[in-house]
């Protein structure tokens, strides 16, 4: 599955849509899901919680090759921890909530 989801395709996509997503990350709606959509990939995230810099997301993420739901907690534009459900790898999944925190 990590060659699928490594191939240029999906690398591309990923890059793309967590590129625009960051954009609307700067200002969430509490309890509100924004997506981001593009050619083979959707990018779903909403707010769970707040406590100053930090930060609990639901963040979900669907290509032409996996579907994972993260919780991801970030301080700051640092990872804290996260949780999986879905068909990414482990370290899949942390690169995901890492680049996710970063933004």
């Not at 599955?1 to 969430?28: D, E, H, R």
């Not at 804290?80 to 925190?101: L, V």
Request: one cysteine or more; charged letters at 10%.
């Amino acid at each position: 599955m990590f060659n699928k989801l490594t191939s240029a395709f999906a690398i591309g996509s990923f890059a793309v849509c967590v590129a625009i997503a960051g954009t609307l990350i700067s200002a969430p709606k509490a309890n509100a899901a924004d997506c981001v959509y593009g050619q083979g990939y959707q990018l779903c995230f909403n707010l769970v919680g707040r406590n100053g810099s930090n930060t609990r997301w639901n963040v979900a993420m669907r290509n032409n090759h996996i579907v994972e739901n993260l919780t991801v907690d970030c301080y700051g534009k640092s990872l804290g921890n996260w949780s999986s459900r879905g068909g990414a790898s482990q370290s899949e999944a942390n690169t995901i909530a890492t680049y996710f925190c970063s933004l």
